[in-house]
């Protein structure tokens, strides 16, 4: 059983190098008997590949994709064979490193259509293979190309808009998934994993291989390779550290049900039912004073420390400045939990 399989309508530039791909309906893990569909129609020999098909070569597939009960992915077949962009036909036989363009795309549209999470795929080297394009309201647009583009515009008597110069389109452009609202649609990246029950509102942002369980207010940043788990929710200008940030291995992940306060951030992975108060900014090397039931000091430790526990208040003392975290279990009963873990 292969890894995954996509038709995608694509745009090249004038030297016919893909710069963007969509994949109206990705296949995650299809079985065997599609993938000799597929070989036979297209003379696929194996391997990851990101295969160019002609109109001809789609009208076979549209036909051998009904004889099998496909008929989703024949009707797309039978639409690609029609289509006035160049047409590919993506195949992943295994999660290897991408090697072109049209497979970094299949691989971003699985994780927002939600086929998978977040460090579920493997994605290193994409950026290499990611041009940097101008995002227009009439498509993709190589940055060698755009000037002529705007010029053709002008004389037609159009307006060329470029929404953006960036190697990652919106998601909404090719994906909306179900049960999400979306206030500012070019704040999440191809690629982000939005759970279904998910607002994130104009200040809110999600980047590529990131997300959200679900339910959850999103009016902060979360940064790549974060996920959010079920019912928390990020304050307005809030921020989560990329995880891998500054050469660490540290997954940075929320919980569910947390809450970082507006403006505040983290650099260390939450808990369940952890907050964090408004304004205060927690990095793994941050100084943390334990404090008990009656508010008394028992250990000064490191933010790090209390990666990944559950049921902590992170707030700083208006007095003397320093960070404090709070616990609903008893602080020593933590501390002795803490030590035990080493």
């Known amino acids: 059983m ?75 077949a039978d639409k690609a064979a029609a289509s006035k962009r160049p047409v590919v036909v993506t195949v992943l036989e295994t999660d290897d490193t991408a090697s072109s363009t049209p497979e970094v795309y299949l691989k971003l549209h699985l994780i927002s259509h939600r086929m998978a999470k977040p460090h579920g795929l493997k994605l290193d080297g994409i950026f290499g293979l990611l041009p940097n394009l101008a995002w227009t309201n009439e498509g993709a647009i190589d940055l060698n190309e755009l000037s002529d583009r705007q010029l053709q515009a002008r004389l037609e008597g159009r307006t060329l808009e470029v929404k953006s110069v960036d190697k990652f389109p919106q998601m909404t452009d090719y994906v909306v998934p179900k049960g999400v609202r979306i206030a500012d649609t070019a704040r999440v990246r191809l690629g982000a994993y939005v ?101 008394e000091l028992v250990e000064v430790i490191k933010a790090r420390d209390l990666a990944n526990q559950t049921d902590l208040l992170f707030r700083r003392n208006s007095q003397t400045g320093a960070v404090e975290c709070k616990t609903n279990k008893s602080a020593i009963e933590l501390n002795e939990e803490l030590h035990a873990n080493n």
């Not at 940075?252 to 939450?270: D, F, K, S, W």
């Open 2 to 76: 292969s890894f995954a399989f996509g038709i995608g309508i694509g745009t090249q530039n004038n030297q016919g190098e893909w710069l963007e791909v969509f994949y109206q309906q990705p296949v995650m893990t299809p079985d065997n008997t599609l993938m000799d569909v597929i070989s036979n129609a297209l003379d696929y020999k194996g391997g990851n590949q990101a295969i160019s098909a002609t109109a001809e070569q789609l009208g076979q597939l549209a036909n051998a994709l009904r004889q099998i009960g496909q008929t989703g992915q024949a009707s797309l």
């Open 195 to 295: 759970g279904e029950g998910t607002t994130v509102m104009h200040e809110g942002f999600i980047n590529f291989n990131a997300g959200t369980e679900g339910t959850s207010m999103i009016e902060g940043r979360i940064s790549a390779g974060v996920m959010v788990g079920k019912g928390s929710d990020l304050g307005g200008g809030c921020s989560t550290m990329g995880t891998l940030s500054g050469g660490g291995n540290i997954i940075i992940a929320v919980g569910e049900n947390c809450l970082i306060g507006a403006n505040a951030g983290i650099g260390i992975p939450l808990g369940d039912r952890c907050k964090v108060e408004a304004g205060l900014y927690i990095t793994a090397g941050t100084k943390v004073a334990l404090l008990d039931d009656n508010n």
